[in-house]
């Protein structure tokens, strides 16, 4: 399985369809832009595991989105990092598919791991997990806990997932368990 195809169908898909009531049209809408308390989170299930892939505004996780300059700010950021990077305290699958994280990678121009350098507003951070899973057949839902570990950042998060069974999406305003199966 290729998780990137997957999750650009995934994004595809959902972009396309109304999943939402048109009276939250515009609430929505505005997650593709840079707005803080704002992220999307995309999750892709198959034979091979889960992928995980979250979009926010820097601020969201480590308060600023300027580059790191100060001592402080510098600590902030690899605190950030390294909580980001353990992704097993942040999402968990039930029991029965055997899941555990294989790989985390934050992408950020504060991080100076893009093409982009970190101007003094808008700069983002994009994480993705990968989890292999021994039964992935038995993944049946994914509890996510970024509001707890960032409690001054998150407001809503737009979730999306696709699996082998179909995609489906919702938005998230604390942590919550996603149920992959409809």
């Given amino acids: 399985m290729n998780y990137p195809s997957i999750l650009l169908s995934l994004c595809l898909a959902l972009s396309t369809s109304n999943l939402y009531a048109d009276d939250h049209k515009h609430e929505h809408e505005e997650h593709g832009a840079h707005e803080h308390g704002a992220a999307a989170l995309s999750l892709a299930a198959g034979a091979e595991g889960l992928e995980i892939m979250l979009e926010s505004p820097a601020a969201n996780i480590v308060g600023f989105e300027h580059a790191a300059t ?5 600590q902030k950021l690899a605190d950030a990092v390294k909580k980001l990077e353990a992704g097993a305290e942040l999402f968990s699958m039930n029991t029965e598919a055997g899941c555990t994280l294989k790989s985390a990678e934050v992408i ?7 093409a982009e350098t970190a101007g003094e507003a808008h700069n983002d951070m994009d994480v993705t997990w990968s989890f292999a899973c021994t039964q992935p057949a038995e993944l049946k839902e994914v509890a996510v806990k970024l509001f707890a570990a960032f409690p001054d950042g998150f407001q809503h998060i737009k979730a999306e997932w696709v699996t082998e069974k179909g995609a489906s999406a919702l938005e998230l305003d604390k942590d919550d368990t996603i149920k992959l199966t409809p």
Wanted: glycine residues 8%.
């Fill in 108 to 114: 950020s121009a504060l991080l100076g791991n893009t």
């Fill in 70 to 74: 100060t001592d402080e700010d510098k």
